[in-house]
């Protein structure tokens, strides 16, 4: 057998257990939760095609929105990741880390609290804008006769010490909201509308497209910025079109997942290890990858783990992903210390 077709049974295999992962905790999902409505496997998996059981039709009503805006969110904060590991050249680059994170949803916060008729439409543009904003002021800070990824993560990372404190206070500051505020600061998904699960699909769809159209791109800046420079590539405006997307998607996710840390970290090292660096792979599948990793923590977090009360899904990928953030960054370390 060719390595070439070696390569392509890996990808399709490695695709497919993925979808299959996805698709079946999107039905447990659906199926088991602490509800009153109990149905067996058999009816909850003939009562989703044929429409006729009242009690799954509930559960769907209740709870396959949440699964829906669960997969959505996630994807964004998968591909954000990758993005922002391209533009900046460093895999530890995350949204929740360099502050992307905490600009868009300080954004969404004071639109919630004193622009409340904005439209489902213009919220997650506005965040995206400030989060845009916030991450030029973080690079013209790292700036020093050049941009080095170590200085964007250490600048980010003290940026988004300072939102935390704003965000903290905005909710201390809603008086008998604070709660339901903290707990969506930390990743709680609720039950979407259909519009914002219209709107929500409309904003992945567009930064999921524009990823995969720069694919090519992506894997000539990882050549280097004088080799893509050497290939005629506007390289700063490339890395600001990247980062442009990135805070798109982030800002897409940060209004129903809150500041959920790791994910743009876990999936794309998942997706790395699995079929490599190459952007034609990596991003469709830390997409799903996503997907499946905020699905999971949800599901857990909601029926699995709910003792007393259901655990938010950012806890979760904060408890795994922290690790794994620790251990990369060891390795990053030793790294440097081997190549002086």
Known sequence: MSKRKAKIIKAVAVYSAFILATLIIAFLSVWIGNSSAKVNFNQMFVGIFDGRNIVVNRLLDVRAPRTVIAMLTGACLAVAGVLLQSATRNELADASIVGVSSATYLAHLICGMFMSGIGLLFSPLIAAAFGLIVFCGIMFIAWNHGLKSNRIILVGAAVNALLMIVILTLCLMSGINASAKLMALTGSLGIPTGQEIIATAIFTGVGLLCSIILIPKCNVLALGDKIASGLGMNVTRMKFTLIAIAVLLCSVATKYLGITAFVGLLAPLIARKLLGSNHKHLIPLSAIAG??????????????????????????TTIIGGVVFLIMLKRSFSNGHQSR
């Open 291 to 316: 997907a499946l990793i905020v699905l999971t923590a949800d599901f857990l977090g909601r029926c699995v783990i709910n003792q007393p009360f259901s655990m938010p899904v950012g806890i979760i």
